[in-house]
Nanobody, 113 residues
Framework: QVQLVESGGGLVQTGGSLRLSCAASVTFFSTYVIAWYRQAPGKQRELVAS?????NYTDSVKGRFTISRDNGKKMVYLQMNNLKPDDTAVYYCKISRGPREYWGQGTQVTVSS
């Protein structure tokens, strides 16, 4: 059974930084596309960053967030710098390969002004 467990969320002031981590229990982890999504209250879930053949970021986080992975440890990371109140959301890790995709349970990030 595939599991993704996120950690690293919390409360931070505007301009601060957080690093989200996602531990994956899956074989052949290196073959999966990785991604981070977020969902703010009353809003739809949106893609924040993804990395597979190439790496992409939503415009609002470009230059501030960095997605990365450690295949040996089966970990996915999201380094978030210069955080803003609009970044407040529940952040979800997702891995996918072909039609299969797996999601974490989410971790709350709150940025105070």
């Amino acid at each position: 059974q595939v599991q993704l467990v996120e950690s690293g969320g919390g409360l931070v002031q505007t301009g601060g930084s957080l690093r989200l981590s996602c531990a994956a229990s899956v074989t052949f982890f290196s073959t999966y596309v990785i991604a981070w999504y977020r969902q703010a209250p009353g809003k739809q879930r949106e893609l924040v960053a993804s990395s597979g053949a190439d790496t992409n970021y939503t415009d609002s986080v470009k230059g501030r967030f960095t997605i990365s992975r450690d295949n040996g440890k089966k970990m996915v990371y999201l380094q978030m710098n210069n955080l803003k109140p609009d970044d407040t959301a529940v952040y979800y890790c997702k891995i996918s390969r072909g039609p299969r995709e797996y999601w974490g349970q989410g971790t709350q990030v709150t940025v105070s002004s």
